[in-house]
């Protein structure tokens, strides 16, 4: 959705003519980090042909103004994965990713993970934390940055098991708790 005018009353959808297409990702997610005017997106899955999938593990960048993608080869890319969340994080500005799927086998019980990381935009840095309390491993949970920290919900461990357990992460203690 764009509008160039905020008094709009007309809410439409437009696609944007994007001068650098990337390949479809399935399943990926994305978040907006306001401080650096970027969405970044990570992850996802690939279709290469007719009931084939491949699990990505790269990390872009997509620039509003000037409508363009660019791959942005991190260190310490957390290693591929689908399903997952990535959610900016209010009190810093960084991304936070959780759990996913790391492999697309086995339907409909694919592995999923419990990691944490922190994309870290201006130095262009991942870093896997270690909260002294987690989620279970899961893949399709939502999460949302919020004033108190990022609220995870939902999601499981494989396609016919999901939870509505609700999470809440603190950055500045690296940690996760149980909302009861």
């Not at 297409?21 to 399943?27: A, D, G």
């Not at 942005?72 to 959610?87: D, F, I, K, N, S």
């Amino acid at each position: 959705y764009r509008t160039d005018d905020p008094a709009a009353t007309a809410v439409t959808w437009t696609e944007l003519a994007v001068k650098n297409p990337i390949t479809p990702h399935h399943f990926a997610d994305m978040a907006y980090v306001p401080e650096a005017d970027r969405i970044i997106l990570f992850g996802g899955l690939a279709s290469p042909g007719e009931d084939q999938w491949t699990v990505l593990g790269d990390t872009w960048s997509f620039d509003y103004n000037t409508l363009t993608w660019t791959l942005l080869e991190p260190a310490g890319a957390p290693t591929p994965r689908a399903y997952h969340t990535l959610t900016c994080d209010p009190a810093g500005g960084d991304l936070i990713l959780f759990g996913g799927t790391t492999a697309h086998e086995n339907y409909p019980h694919e592995p999923t993970t419990d990691e944490t990381w922190r994309y870290d935009i201006a130095a262009n840095t991942w870093l896997q934390l270690s909260p002294t309390s987690s989620p279970s491993s899961r893949a399709r949970h939502q999460a949302i940055g919020t004033p108190v920290g990022l609220l995870l919900f939902g999601g499981g461990d494989d396609r016919e098991r999901n939870g509505n357990d609700t999470w809440l992460f603190s950055s500045a203690e690296v940690t996760w708790r149980l909302i009861p």
